[in-house]
């Protein structure tokens, strides 16, 4: 009797042991569950986040394409211009050369040709004003196309940095994962074992009460 009673206190022992490990790992496993579904959601949001700006740096460079056939056009105007201008000037330059009487008598009278050459001189002027007002505009659009690929050279340092933090958490999420399932493999160990020692010892009271019931 008193060496069932022994191995029946050991067992107690053993249980509470194991009981102690069981709580402790228990508790791990539901520190690692909660740690992966914060995990899951900075993940998440993080996808969200590297989405969001894919999504601006497409936007970014669809302006920078429309910016650059923006200056494209405008720099063909401005060289049409210039075409129109230096031809006005050749052609005012042509008449000046030309003598008075020449051109009084291909034209009838003086006014006619005075007239003549102030339009010359008149559109000279408005082609020079276009194109400087063109040139103007090309300037803006080429300021505004510089800052829009500085935008992008930004957004696109912002996406590597998301990714890599997205890796990161992928990695420490994977770790926490492959500890959980190690916690689990542990407590449920430990379950086995707290049950074992219960059927032993339920065992060893077993043959307590029938050595008990003999006297």
Do not use: C
Not at 33 to 57: E, F, G, H, M, V
Not at 80 to 95: I, N, P, T, V
Not at 164 to 173: I, P, V, Y
Request: net charge positive.
């Amino acid at each position: 009797i008193d060496q069932h009673n022994a191995q029946i206190a050991a067992l107690d022992k053993e249980i509470a042991l194991y009981q102690i490990q069981l709580t402790a790992t228990s508790a791990k496993k539901q520190t690692l569950q909660t740690k992966l579904a914060q995990l899951a959601l900075s993940i998440k949001k993080i996808t969200a986040s590297i989405d969001r700006t894919k999504n601006q740096i497409g936007t970014t460079e669809l302006q920078i394409q429309q910016l650059a056939a923006g200056i494209e056009k405008t720099q063909g105007s401005i060289n049409s211009g210039q075409l129109g201008l230096a031809q006005s000037m050749r052609a005012l330059a042509d008449e000046e050369i030309r003598p008075i009487v020449v051109r009084m008598l291909s034209k009838g009278n003086i006014s006619s040709v005075w007239n003549d050459i102030a339009t010359i001189a008149y559109l000279q002027t408005a082609l020079d004003e276009h194109i400087a007002s063109l040139a103007s505009a090309k300037r803006v659009l080429s300021d505004t196309k510089a800052a829009t690929e500085d935008k992008r050279a930004q957004l696109v340092k912002q996406k590597n940095t998301l990714v890599s933090q997205q890796g990161s958490l992928n990695a420490t999420k994977q770790a926490q994962s492959d500890l959980l399932a190690q916690t689990k493999s542990q407590e449920s160990t430990y379950q086995s074992l707290i049950a074992q020692k219960k059927a032993q010892e339920a065992q060893f009271e077993q043959a307590l009460t029938d050595l008990k019931s003999e006297y």
